[in-house]
């Protein structure tokens, strides 16, 4: 029985003399692109260390590589895009290795004949068919969608359809290619074997009227064409900063991806900087502005974008591409600008914070101090993005600038940083004093009694505003009904600093955090307890970047123990419909998303129901990232929106884990005049209502 095979340079004898100078060629046009756009474009950037823990960064790349590139988790959380990036990708990946084994098999092993080679040449046309059904599922979903749909979402440019058609050109000629050998079979091969290669079988049925000579010419020339758009598409990935460049961009962020908690802010270092915040697009690290090449412009973050989804001025994916934009202006990058260089790996003379344009500054002309102003650090569009860009910290930098260089502050987010200042709380105008809410409650602090098991940390809200006061007391009432040994700091307590750290002033932050440290390790405090979960963030994330190291836990983590445990019993209650809402700063910033409803679904009588936008989709509430000082301005509140999820749920009680988030609704509730019918409650004050004697 003949062994199948094919020649491999059947009717182009001189082919490995044309492909691999081509490809020699391709190869030092890639390199000499991606040093170009080091040296060049993200050299640019300020110094950072991403190379800290190399080893654990190549465990996090295999890790989350194979997760999030191989099995597309993250890619798939949207079906629709998801499916179709799976199968270029998949569809590469086998095209790719396919031409690998092809190369090992003609000049080394020998290995594809027989079974072998239809097995391979099976999964070649797999791989080419996935790649041609994904790209036209991109091309319907970007170019056939009713007029309006994804239409501010998918932005078309000359780009995308350059991409997609290339993508198509090159598997389809390869399919031409193969359907003009299969209808002309080489001598001593068999008609049999051309089932396997299913691709190139439909389209040869098309071409068996035409004679030997005829397919081969045919099969020639779309040889020639496929290797020229090949070696073309990876000179135009290379050079056009085309949106495929996120091949290369992409695993390249990833590997460099930030260590740190997710909730952590960088930190300035206040003594030794030479700027404070970002002005001017130098500024910003050598990793941020990677970021912005790794963005594919897919919109997922701005379709998650709390700030976008009401009307105000702020797209997570345009600030992105804005800044992009003006860092190949600044950088006179020649192939989109047209501003022609002495040579490409000259690197600007003075990197850094005099590149910009001063005739168009970074605030102001490229993004809007509206649009800085409108984030709630909810990060949304991080949990989302694909190729984990970093917008907080952008935002977070430009805020910096803002406050600490060029004194802009909104003016409602003036007063309350002053009173944090000088009073060491975000409250504004209360009369009440930190120690007011333990009234009638016995509570001990550590000034008293520093031998205690648990400091729990009341935070500026829980203990001075008159709705989250009752937080406060629920959890004292919990913690006192199970016995344990807790105290508060009482009047010494001082507010935690992430208001002060998420408008951006870092230096009131810093002061702050570096005098609670000292304050709670003169007490020899080695574990607290919050109700706040931006005080607890920042407790448990931010303060050990000063050498505050404590066991930090949220009020949830806590009654959940005691529940699992049986120490904490509770009697039955009335009936009562619940959806529970998830606060940013505990769910996509920490990962705390079970033991709240294991919390509620111990309680009695509950019947939870969840909102459509939950869990790591959980819309925010408006209240983060100093929003909750700040006034909207312009398009729908975001509370409002987040209660429409609620009140679609017919719930009786909004359940919260958050003072900012309760504070929220608690307003957007009276604005829906819904008093009667919906509550606003914490979830230790449900725990605390039910509680055995």
């Known amino acids: 029985m003949?062994?199948?095979?094919?020649?491999?340079?059947?009717?182009?004898?001189?082919?490995?003399?044309?492909?691999?100078?081509?490809?020699?060629?391709?190869?030092?046009?890639?390199?000499?692109?991606?040093?170009?756009r080091f040296w060049l474009v993200w050299r640019r950037g300020q110094t950072e260390n991403r190379i800290d823990h190399f080893w654990g960064r190549v465990w996090d790349f295999i890790k989350i590589g194979t997760i999030d590139g191989f099995i597309h988790k993250k890619m798939l959380r949207e079906p629709y895009p998801g499916i179709a990036h799976f199968l270029i990708f998949w569809g590469c990946v086998i095209l790719l290795l396919s031409a690998a084994t092809d190369f090992l098999s003609h000049y080394w092993f020998h290995f594809l004949e027989g079974t072998p080679f239809l097995i391979h040449s099976l999964i070649t046309d797999i791989g080419g068919i996935f790649i041609f059904i994904g790209a036209i599922i991109?091309?319907?979903?970007?170019?056939?969608?009713?007029?309006?749909?994804?239409?501010?979402?998918?932005?078309?440019?000359?780009?995308?359809?350059?991409?997609?058609?290339?993508?198509?050109?090159?598997?389809?000629?390869?399919?031409?290619?193969?359907?003009?050998?299969?209808?002309?079979?080489?001598?001593?091969?068999?008609?049999?074997?051309n089932v396997w290669s299913p691709g190139g079988l439909v389209l040869s049925w098309l071409f068996t009227g035409l004679s030997f000579e005829t397919n081969q010419l045919w099969h020639t020339i779309f040889w020639f064409v496929h290797i020229l758009l090949i070696v073309g598409a990876v000179i135009y990935v290379s050079l056009f900063y085309s949106k495929l460049t996120h091949i290369i961009a992409s695993p390249v962020n990833l590997f460099f991806r930030s260590r740190e908690p997710k909730g952590a802010l960088v930190p300035i270092n206040l003594e030794e900087a030479e700027f404070y915040g970002v002005g001017e697009i130098g500024n910003f690290t050598w990793k941020q502005l990677l970021d912005l090449d790794a963005c594919t412009r897919c919109g997922r973050c701005?379709?998650?974008?709390?700030?976008?989804?009401?009307?105000?001025?702020?797209?997570?994916?345009?600030?992105?591409?804005?800044?992009?934009?003006?860092?190949?202006?600044?950088?006179?990058?020649?192939?989109?600008?047209?501003?022609?260089?002495?040579?490409?790996?000259?690197?600007?003379?003075?990197?850094?914070?005099?590149?910009?344009?001063?005739?168009?500054?970074?605030?102001?002309?490229?993004?809007?101090?509206?649009?800085?102003?409108?984030?709630?650090?909810?990060?949304?569009?991080?949990?989302?993005?694909?190729?984990?860009?970093?917008?907080?910290?952008?935002?977070?930098?430009?805020?910096?600038?803002?406050?600490?260089?060029?004194?802009?502050?909104?003016?409602?987010?003036?007063?309350?940083?002053?009173?944090?200042?000088?009073?060491?709380?975000?409250?504004?105008?209360?009369?009440?004093?930190?120690?007011?809410?333990?009234?009638?409650?016995?509570?001990?602090?550590?000034?008293?009694?520093?031998?205690?098991?648990?400091?729990?940390?009341?935070?500026?809200?829980?203990?001075?505003?008159?709705?989250?006061?009752?937080?406060?007391?629920?959890?004292?009432?919990?913690?006192?009904?199970?016995?344990?040994?807790?105290?508060?700091?009482?009047?010494?307590?001082?507010?935690?600093?992430?208001?002060?750290?998420?408008?951006?002033?870092?230096?009131?932050?810093?002061?702050?955090?570096?005098?609670?440290?000292?304050?709670?390790?003169?007490?020899?405090?080695?574990?607290?307890?919050?109700?706040?979960?931006h005080g607890f963030n920042t407790l448990k994330n931010e303060y050990p970047q000063f050498g505050g190291e404590f066991e930090v836990i949220h009020h949830s983590q806590l009654i959940m123990q005691l529940i699992k445990e049986g120490r904490l019993k509770l009697k039955a209650g009335e009936t009562r419909r619940i959806t529970y809402h998830d606060p940013c700063y505990l769910g996509r910033h920490n990962d705390i998303y079970d033991e709240p409803r294991r919390i509620l679904r111990a309680v009695p009588g509950v019947d939870l129901v969840e909102m459509s936008r939950c869990r790591w989709n959980s819309f925010c509430c408006g209240g983060g990232g100093g929003r909750f000082w700040i006034e909207e301005t312009s398009g729908k509140r975001i509370s409002h929106v987040r209660i429409e999820d609620v009140i679609e749920t017919k719930a009786d009680i909004v359940a919260t884990a958050c003072p900012f988030c309760m504070q929220m609704f608690e307003d957007a509730i009276k604005e829906k005049q819904m008093e009667e019918s919906l509550r606003d409650l914490d979830i230790a004050e449900l725990v605390a209502m039910l509680i055995e004697e």
């Open 2 to 36: 003949v062994e199948a095979f094919r020649e491999l340079f059947w009717s182009v004898p001189i082919g490995p003399w044309i492909v691999y100078p081509l490809a020699i060629v391709a190869a030092i046009i890639f390199g000499y692109a991606i040093a170009d």
């Open 138 to 193: 991109f091309i319907i979903r970007r170019y056939a969608q009713k007029p309006g749909e994804f239409q501010e979402r998918l932005d078309r440019n000359a780009d995308d359809i350059i991409a997609l058609s290339l993508i198509l050109a090159v598997v389809l000629t390869g399919f031409f290619m193969e359907a003009f050998r299969l209808a002309a079979p080489e001598p001593g091969t068999l008609v049999a074997w």
């Open 302 to 533: 701005q379709e998650r974008c709390p700030a976008y989804l009401s009307g105000q001025p702020l797209s997570p994916k345009k600030l992105i591409q804005s800044l992009k934009d003006h860092l190949l202006e600044v950088s006179n990058y020649p192939f989109l600008t047209g501003v022609p260089k002495t040579s490409l790996l000259v690197a600007p003379a003075n990197p850094g914070p005099g590149d910009a344009d001063p005739l168009r500054t970074l605030i102001g002309d490229v993004i809007p101090e509206e649009a800085i102003w409108s984030c709630t650090t909810c990060r949304a569009c991080q949990e989302i993005c694909p190729v984990y860009n970093e917008h907080i910290n952008k935002i977070i930098d430009m805020r910096r600038n803002l406050i600490l260089e060029q004194a802009k502050v909104p003016e409602l987010a003036e007063p309350i940083l002053t009173s944090i200042e000088t009073r060491g709380h975000s409250c504004k105008g209360t009369t009440r004093t930190r120690t007011d809410w333990e009234e009638g409650l016995e509570i001990k602090h550590l000034s008293e009694d520093s031998q205690v098991d648990l400091l729990f940390w009341v935070g500026c809200q829980p203990s001075l505003e008159d709705r989250s006061v009752k937080i406060s007391q629920a959890l004292a009432k919990i913690l006192k009904a199970v016995g344990i040994n807790f105290a508060t700091l009482g009047t010494e307590e001082s507010c935690c600093g992430d208001p002060a750290r998420r408008m951006g002033n870092e230096y009131l932050f810093q002061m702050l955090a570096k005098q609670n440290i000292e304050l709670l390790k003169s007490y020899n405090v080695k574990k607290i307890v919050t109700v706040c979960p």
